[in-house]
């Protein structure tokens, strides 16, 4: 099973993930949590992606292509890899179709969180209010950035899909469960 959540900073994806994890055993793969980690390790990713993540950007596509093409070859003997925050470019798109195509897999689920914009706004000055976790790119005008580039560079990625694929657009605003129970019923279904 090949899954993607789709949807802007706070929609839940993460939150999500974790309950799919949990359930159905599939390993969720972040570029966010990779790219993270990659800074906290100081490998010579991290050091590329480091600026260009503190300040709200999207790293090339080239080398977020690179680092998913090596998770999907480790995540082969899977049950299924849920893809939670890439794609984020009609780029990013068309060459996880590729790498797809190439390991013998395919798309089987795209699921799109829907929020709106002063929920997520809320939600993430919460959590980074909570969290034991900084994150650099969780303040006021980065977060705002964030917004920005997902309205311009991965909202027309919804519409690559939904003319190419069927789209299931889930209510983000639901309840955790309410939500988890949705995607369930989906991936059952599938
Ligand atoms: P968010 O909570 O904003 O959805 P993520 O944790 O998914 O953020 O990603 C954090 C940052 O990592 C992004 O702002 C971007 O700089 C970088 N990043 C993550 N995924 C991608 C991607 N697929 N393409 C380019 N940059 C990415």
Redesign the pocket.
């Known amino acids: 099973m090949n899954l993607i959540l789709l949807g802007?900073?706070?929609s839940g994806?993460?939150t999500q993930s974790e309950f799919i994890v949990k359930k159905y055993g599939y390993c969720q793969l972040?570029?966010?949590?990779i790219?993270?980690q990659a800074v906290a390790n100081n490998t010579s990713t991290g050091i590329i992606?480091k600026d260009?993540?503190a300040i709200?950007?999207?790293?090339?596509?080239e080398l977020?292509i690179k680092i998913m093409e090596e998770k999907l070859s480790e995540t082969q003997s899977m049950p299924g890899r849920i893809f939670?925050?890439?794609?984020?470019?009609i780029l990013?798109a068309k060459s996880l179709e590729d790498l797809l195509h190439r390991n013998q897999m395919k798309l089987d689920l795209i699921i799109e969180l829907s929020v709106d914009e002063n929920i997520l706004i809320d939600r993430?000055t919460k959590r980074a209010s909570e969290s034991s976790v900084i994150r650099e790119?969780d303040s006021i005008q980065v977060l705002k950035k964030?917004l920005d580039?997902?309205n311009v560079e991965t909202k027309p990625i919804i519409d690559y899909y939904s003319s190419h694929y069927q789209l299931h657009k889930i209510d983000g605003m639901m309840t955790v469960d309410a939500v988890s129970k949705k995607i369930e019923v989906l991936i059952d279904s599938n």
Not at 30 to 33: A, N, Q
Not at 84 to 89: L, S, W, Y
Request: hydrophobic share 30%; aromatic share 6%.
């Open positions: 802007p900073p706070g994806k993460g972040s570029t966010g949590d790219l993270r992606v260009i993540l709200g950007k999207l790293v090339g596509d977020i939670d925050g890439f794609p984020r470019t990013q993430i790119d964030r580039i997902y």
